[in-house]
């Protein structure tokens, strides 16, 4: 049998989602209200799977997921969401996730992605996995007519390395963001977010947010139109 907790601060959709999933044969659903109760549960019992919603009251879906791994519970977690995951997706990788499911999905496409989650594999939407790309930047100083006649001495290329979460960051910041407002959007502390700012200040060798955003725009480090 396989034993899934649900955690999901809404009895309709946890309902819901119970009914869906326990039409398999093999799945049991235990659905919690709360993280208070997701954690006294798995005091008690144990499950193969982990579905957890992002957005609860009192404890989010990442600090539960961080408590739930401090306790020293492995079970697979998956976020099962109806929000864009993607502002939070460095924060709940290294919280311990394995995958991200919406709630829009279908229940057969639901049921296999928990599948594959049992069996070792990440579910990851297409749009996250291409965050995983590392983003390297090669910028030569002279222009392309002057590097074709200066073939024989080629121009000095500036090599960057800029990984996902800073990238993110540098978004929020060209959006005016304090580093307050980009804490809170992370799911970190601002302190964590300002060592941040210190490392991608040192890789694109600037001193303040408005030269590092004006860098990353004219190294397409970021796009150059910005909204909300």
Same mark, same amino acid.
């Given at each position: 049998?396989?034993?899934?907790?649900?955690?999901?601060?809404?009895?309709?959709?946890?309902?819901?989602?119970?009914?869906?999933?326990?039409?398999?044969?093999?799945?049991?659903?235990?659905?919690?209200?709360?993280?208070?109760?997701?954690?006294?549960?798995?005091?008690?019992?144990?499950?193969?799977?982990?579905?957890?919603?992002?957005?609860?009251?009192?404890?989010?879906?990442?600090?539960?997921?961080?408590?739930?791994?401090?306790?020293?519970?492995?079970?697979?977690?998956?976020?099962?969401?109806?929000?864009?995951?993607?502002?939070?997706?460095?924060?709940?990788?290294?919280?311990?996730?394995?995958?991200?499911?919406?709630?829009?999905?279908?229940?057969?496409?639901?049921?296999?992605?928990?599948?594959?989650?049992?069996?070792?594999?990440?579910?990851?939407?297409?749009?996250?996995?291409?965050?995983?790309?590392?983003?390297?930047? $090669?910028?030569?100083?002279?222009?392309?007519?002057?590097?074709?006649? $200066?073939?024989?001495?080629?121009?000095?290329?500036?090599?960057?390395?800029?990984?996902?979460?800073?990238?993110?960051?540098?978004?929020?910041?060209?959006?005016?963001?304090?580093?307050?407002?980009?804490?809170?959007?992370?799911?970190?502390?601002?302190?964590?977010?300002?060592?941040?700012?210190?490392?991608?200040?040192?890789?694109?060798?600037?001193?303040?947010?408005?030269?590092?955003?004006?860098?990353?725009?004219?190294?397409?480090?970021?796009?150059?139109?910005?909204?909300?």
């Amino acid at each position: 049998m396989i034993r899934i907790l649900l955690i999901d601060d809404h009895p309709s959709v946890g309902e819901g989602t119970k009914l869906m999933l326990e039409k398999e044969a093999d799945m049991e659903v235990t659905v919690a209200h709360s993280a208070g109760s997701a954690i006294h549960i798995l005091e008690e019992q144990r499950f193969e799977l982990i579905l957890c919603d992002l957005r609860m009251p009192g404890m989010n879906g990442i600090e539960l997921i961080k408590k739930v791994r401090s306790l020293g519970y492995n079970e697979p977690v998956v976020i099962y969401s109806g929000y864009e995951v993607g502002p939070h997706f460095n924060a709940l990788i290294e919280a311990g996730v394995s995958g991200f499911i919406s709630k829009t999905e279908p229940r057969e496409q639901l049921i296999v992605y928990i599948r594959c989650v049992l069996e070792g594999k990440v579910i990851l939407p297409l749009s996250l996995f291409k965050q995983l790309r590392r983003v390297d930047v $090669q910028v030569g100083e002279a222009s392309t007519q002057d590097a074709k006649q $200066q073939q024989s001495n080629p121009v000095e290329s500036i090599e960057v390395s800029i990984t996902p979460k800073e990238q993110e960051i540098l978004q929020e910041v060209a959006k005016g963001k304090s580093n307050k407002e980009i804490a809170s959007i992370f799911y970190q502390s601002q302190r964590t977010i300002e060592y941040n700012l210190t490392e991608i200040f040192r890789k694109l060798q600037v001193k303040s947010r408005a030269e590092a955003v004006l860098k990353s725009k004219k190294w397409g480090i970021i796009t150059e139109e910005v909204g909300e």
